[in-house]
C-alpha cells in the first residue's frame, strides 16, 4: 500500500488504486504507451540491419555506433520501470519476472557497451573468426520492446476492466437539486449533506440514498433489483441514489451520501473482488519463488556447457544461449495470467450486472450443482406486453383499445407503454385526452371523444386478477365496464435453450421470484 500510483516492490507488477474514481485519465498507461512506441520506433531500424546482415551485408564500422545510438534509449529511458522493478526485488528479496529481464536485458546491452567501446577488456575467446567482437544491441532493445507492448496491454486490460466499475459509478448524478432557504439550488453531489432536503424531477437521477417527504413516483430500480417494472413510490418510501425517477417530482430527505450509500458499496465490492487473491495464486507465488532462482541457476550452467563444449567462439554463444535462457523463461504467464483472469472476470461480469464476492468464489464457480435464476428480466423479458383483448358489454376490441390507449397515451406508468405500442403496432388511431388525472397506486381517468375512461387496478375500475403469469389492466366507458386487457411479460426466446444447456450440464434450476405465484 502506497499514497500513489507505483509497482508492487514483491511481484514488480503495477499497483490497483484502492478506490476507483469516474475519470478517464490514466498516467500510468499513457507514460508506458509513450514508451513502447518509441522504442518500437527505435528498434525497426535494428531489425532491418539485423536481418541486412544475416542475408550478407557487409556492415561498415559506422552501423555499430548506430546501433549504439538506436538501442541506447530503447533500453536505459524504455526499460528504465524494469530494471527499478528487478532492483526492487533484490533489495525486497522477492525475485519475480522483473529480476529476469534486468539480467538479461542489462547483461546484453552493457556486453556490447564493453565491446564496442573497450574491446581489449573483453578476452578474445568471445570474438568470431574474423576477431571483431559480436554486439547484442538488437537482443537487447527487442526485448525490453516487446516487454513494454505486454505492459501496454496488461494496463489496456485493468483500464477496461476498472471501465466497468467507472460506468457503475456514473450512474450516480453529478449534481443534486437542493431545496432550501425558500428556493432550489443545483449543488455537486460532493456538497450534500445527511438531512438535506432534494428535488428529483421527472427523468432525472436520484442523488443519493434517502426517503421520500412530499409527492409520489414510479422509480425505476432495475439499476439494483434487476426488476424493469418501476416500483410506485410516495411520502415515506425509501430511494436508493443512482435509480432513475420515471414520472412524477418529489422531495426527499437525503439519509445516506458519499461512501455510505448503496452504489458506492457495490462499487467498493466490486473493487475489492479485483484486488482479492484466488488460491491458486498462492501456489503460483510459491512456485515463483523457487522459479527464478533456479532460472539463473541454469542460465550459469548453460554459460559453463557452451563455453566448455560450444563452437567458436565459445564465450560468445556461451553469452548469448545464457541471455536466451534468462528471457525466454521469464515468468510472465506466471505472474500475469491468474491475477489478469481474475480481472478480466469480475470485470467483465461487473459489465453484464454480475457482481463476484471475491477471487475465492470465481475459482469454485465451476464446482456449482445449483443455480438460482431470478424471473423478471432473467427468464423475461422484462418489458410487458399486452397479449390479449377482451371487450364486455357490446364494446368491440379495437374501440375497446383505441380508448384506453389514449388515456394511457398521456400516463408515463410502464403499462401504459405496453398498451400504447399495442394500439400503434394495430395501427390504431388514438384521440386525444382531456381532463387527464393519474391516482396513484390506482390508474388513469381522462375524457376521449366526450366518453369518460377509467383505466387501472380493480381498486379503480373492477376486480382485477393474474392468470397464467398475465395481469389484467381494466377498463371502464362512461361508468360501465368496458372490458380488460392481459399484459404479460414475456418469456425470452432465449432461455429455453439455456436452461436445457444448464440442465445438460448436470446443474439444477431453480426460480426465486417476488411475483405472484400465479405469475411465476
Known amino acids: 500500500r502506497r499514497k500513489g500510483p507505483g509497482a508492487c516492490p514483491k511481484c514488480g507488477m503495477a499497483l490497483e488504486p484502492l478506490e476507483v474514481t469516474g475519470e478517464d485519465a490514466n498516467p500510468e498507461l499513457e ?112 526485448i525490453t520492446t516487446l516487454v513494454l507492448l505486454g505492459q501496454v496491454l496488461e494496463l489496456r486490460a485493468r483500464a477496461q476492466t476498472s471501465g466497468a466499475i467507472k460506468s457503475l459509478l456514473n450512474l450516480a448524478p453529478k449534481t443534486g437539486r437542493l431545496v432550501a432557504g425558500g428556493g432550489e439550488r443545483d449543488v455537486p453531489l460532493q456538497q450534500i449533506q445527511i438531512g438535506d432536503r432534494l428535488r428529483v424531477r421527472p427523468g432525472e437521477h436520484v442523488p443519493t440514498d434517502g426517503v421520500i417527504e412530499q409527492g409520489s413516483s414510479a422509480v425505476d430500480e432495475s439499476m439494483i433489483t434487476g426488476e424493469s417494472m418501476p ?28 461512501r455510505d450509500t448503496l452504489l458506492s458499496q457495490i462499487v467498493r465490492l466490486v473493487s475489492e473482488a479485483q484486488r482479492t487473491r484466488a488460491p491458486i495464486q498462492r501456489l503460483a507465488d510459491r512456485v515463483a519463488a523457487y522459479f527464478v532462482p533456479a532460472v539463473v541457476a541454469c542460465a550459469a550452467i548453460t554459460f559453463a556447457v557452451w ?115 399495442e394500439a400503434e403496432a394495430q395501427s390504431v388511431g388514438l384521440d386525444s385526452v382531456e381532463e387527464f388525472h393519474s391516482i396513484a397506486g390506482k390508474g388513469v381517468t381522462g375524457r376521449v371523444a366526450g366518453r369518460e375512461v377509467a383505466v387501472g387496478n380493480r381498486a379503480l375500475v373492477g376486480n382485477g386478477d393474474a392468470r397464467n403469469g398475465e395481469a389484467a389492466v381494466f377498463v371502464a366507458i362512461d361508468g360501465q365496464e368496458a372490458g380488460w386487457l392481459t399484459v404479460a411479460d414475456p418469456v425470452k426466446d432465449s432461455t429455453k435453450e439455456a436452461i436445457d444447456l444448464l440442465h445438460r450440464a448436470g446443474v439444477r434450476v431453480s426460480m426465486l421470484t417476488g411475483d405472484t405465484r400465479q405469475v411465476a
Open 31 to 142: 507514460a508506458m504507451q509513450r514508451r513502447f512506441w518509441v522504442s518500437a520506433a527505435l528498434t525497426v531500424p535494428l531489425l532491418v540491419l539485423m536481418f541486412l546482415e544475416m542475408f550478407g551485408w557487409a556492415m561498415p564500422a559506422w552501423v555499430r555506433w548506430l546501433q549504439l545510438a538506436l538501442a541506447t534509449p530503447v533500453v536505459w529511458w524504455g526499460g528504465q520501470p524494469f530494471f527499478g522493478r528487478g532492483w526492487a526485488s533484490v533489495i525486497n528479496r522477492h525475485l519475480n519476472m522483473f529480476t529476469l529481464i534486468a539480467l538479461g536485458t542489462g547483461t546484453a546491452y552493457g556486453f556490447s557497451v564493453i565491446a564496442l567501446l573497450m574491446p581489449r577488456l573483453i578476452p578474445a575467446a568471445f570474438g568470431a573468426q574474423s576477431g571483431e567482437l559480436p554486439l547484442y544491441f538488437q537482443p537487447a532493445a527487442v
Open 231 to 258: 416500483v410506485e413510490k410516495t411520502a415515506g418510501a425509501a430511494v436508493t441514489g443512482g435509480t432513475l425517477n420515471a414520472s412524477g417530482s418529489f422531495v426527499m430527505r437525503a439519509e445516506r451520501v458519499g
Open 307 to 421: 563455453a566448455l563444449w560450444g563452437p567458436a567462439p565459445r564465450l560468445g554463444h556461451a553469452l548469448v544461449n545464457a541471455i536466451a535462457v534468462l528471457i525466454i523463461a521469464c515468468p510472465c504467464a506466471l505472474g500475469l495470467a491468474t491475477p489478469m483472469s481474475i480481472m478480466v472476470g469480475t470485470g467483465r461480469g461487473a459489465t453484464a450486472g454480475i457482481l463476484v464476492r471475491n477471487a475465492e468464489a470465481l475459482e469454485v464457480l465451476h464446482k456449482i450443482d445449483t443455480l438460482v435464476v431470478d424471473k423478471t428480466g432473467t427468464l423475461t423479458q422484462g418489458k410487458p406486453k399486452v397479449v390479449r383483448v377482451e371487450a364486455l358489454n357490446g364494446f368491440g376490441a379495437s374501440e375497446l383499445l383505441r380508448l384506453a390507449a389514449s388515456v394511457e397515451r398521456a400516463s408515463e406508468h410502464p403499462l401504459a407503454g405496453a398498451i400504447v405500442a
